[in-house]
């Protein structure tokens, strides 16, 4: 499964791409998986790369509900099972939707509303933002506009995540987080993604 990258519009991209990091931070930390191998529920004995599982994200439908589990193989498999109508997290995505539908999105739920205040600190243009994104085994720049778009293409979850400012790293006991690679990068904050270690919890 391949895209011509240069005729995919960049932000569905990187959002798609986003969707795949924050999906193989959901599967425990403790747990071993094979580097870079995904496969979806529907279709588990193919094999794919995170850029073509982010290939397929890009053209499927969307919204995109998904959770990951890791198959005995140690691939990280992808279900896109919509939940249940009345349960806690299709409440939760219900009400989501509507409030980025009507522009009401506020920091305690909306990952783009959370992050626009530390863009306006740093001084930087929301076109021009990006985001040092981290988990347990990796870490990636995304776009401001990725997280943004991603947030009203794939649903929003129960997962862990912390957002830190750079001036966090001044604090008497700050948060074991890599701010000198985000200033290096030149992001505007760390977003931790998936599950938290024992010394961010």
Known sequence: MTTDREDVDHVAW???????????????????????AYALGSD???????????AWF????????C??????????????????PGSPPHTWYVHTRQMLQDGLGDASFSLSAAIRP????????LEDATVLCVRN???QVFPYSAIDQWEREYALSFDNWLLSSLDEASR??????????????????????????PALS
């Open 118 to 125: 530390l863009v306006a600190a740093a001084r930087v243009a």
């Open 172 to 197: 008497p006991d700050p948060p074991r987080l890599p701010y000198a690679e985000a200033r290096a990068r030149g992001t505007v904050c760390i977003l931790w993604v998936g599950r938290r270690p």
């Open 44 to 54: 588990r004995r193919t094999i794919l790369t995170g850029d073509e599982l982010a």
């Open 14 to 36: 990187d959002a798609a791409r986003f969707e795949v990091f924050r999906l193989r931070a959901t599967i425990h930390p403790s747990v071993p998986l094979q580097p870079d």
């Open 58 to 65: 890009v053209h499927a439908p969307k919204p995109q509900i």
């Open 137 to 139: 085994d990796a870490m």
């Open 67 to 84: 959770r990951a589990v890791r198959s005995s193989a140690g691939v990280v498999v992808v279900l896109n099972d919509a939940p249940q």
